[in-house]
Antibody
């Protein structure tokens, strides 16, 4: 069974840093793109970043570019999101999502984790 | 960036109703569109990908259609477990973007 479990969330002051982790199981982690998506309280979904299967390339949304870093450790079947210079508006539930549904041209997100809550507040 | 506009943002319907949700893209997305269902306190679940392909395990009352810039998600006969929020997502180009969501509530 495909499963991803996020951890590492918590309360952090504005300007602080936090690193989220995502432990994957039930699929060959090194073969799939992975992404982070967040959802602010009562709001919609916002894609943040994606990383290639071998970790050789990443792409970011404008709201986090230069502040957040996505990386992975395929030996540990784990995905990470390092978050620096955190702002109040970064408060959200952060989801890890594998691009587990592969088509010829695109890979679609499914089997998301349950999320890790990050609260940025003084 | 490609903007996705969902309509309506809120929908009140009864069990058994046929429901249609629209997702309009600001430019062509080559059919690289997904639909997700999210229930309160739960992670989003993939329903449809490549605009019209039903994900494994998803009931056949769900269907997707469309091309170019206009796409629809249809629930042919709304069931009690379908009351949720639905999102579209485009994968034509980075940054990946989601629609604003459509909340389907019980009339």
């Amino acid at each position: 069974e495909v499963q991803v479990v996020e951890s590492g969330g918590g309360l952090v002051q504005p300007g602080g840093s936090l690193t989220l982790s995502c432990a994957a199981s039930g699929f060959t982690f090194r073969d799939y793109w992975m992404s982070w998506v967040r959802q602010a309280p009562g709001k919609g979904l916002e894609w943040l970043a994606s990383i290639k299967p071998d970790g050789s390339g990443e792409t970011y949304g404008d709201s986090v570019k230069g502040r957040f870093t996505i990386f992975r450790d395929n030996a540990k079947n784990s995905l990470y999101l390092q978050m620096n210079s955190l702002r109040v508006e970064d408060t959200a539930l952060y989801y890890c999502a594998p691009s587990i549904v592969k088509t010829a041209a695109r890979h679609y997100l499914d089997n998301w984790g349950q999320g890790s809550l990050v609260t940025v507040s003084s | 960036d490609i903007q996705l506009t969902q309509s309506p943002s809120f929908l009140s319907a009864s069990v058994g109703d046929r429901v249609t949700i629209t997702c309009r893209a600001s430019q062509g997305i080559n059919g690289y569109l997904a639909w997700f269902q999210q229930k309160p306190g739960k992670a989003p679940k993939l329903l449809i990908y490549t605009a019209s392909t039903l994900q494994s395990g998803v009931p056949s009352r769900f269907s997707g259609s469309g091309s170019g810039t206009e796409f629809t998600l249809t629930i042919s006969s709304l069931q009690p477990e379908d009351f949720a929020t639905y999102y579209c997502q485009q994968l034509n180009a980075f940054p990946l973007t989601f629609g604003g969501g459509t909340k389907v509530e019980i009339k």
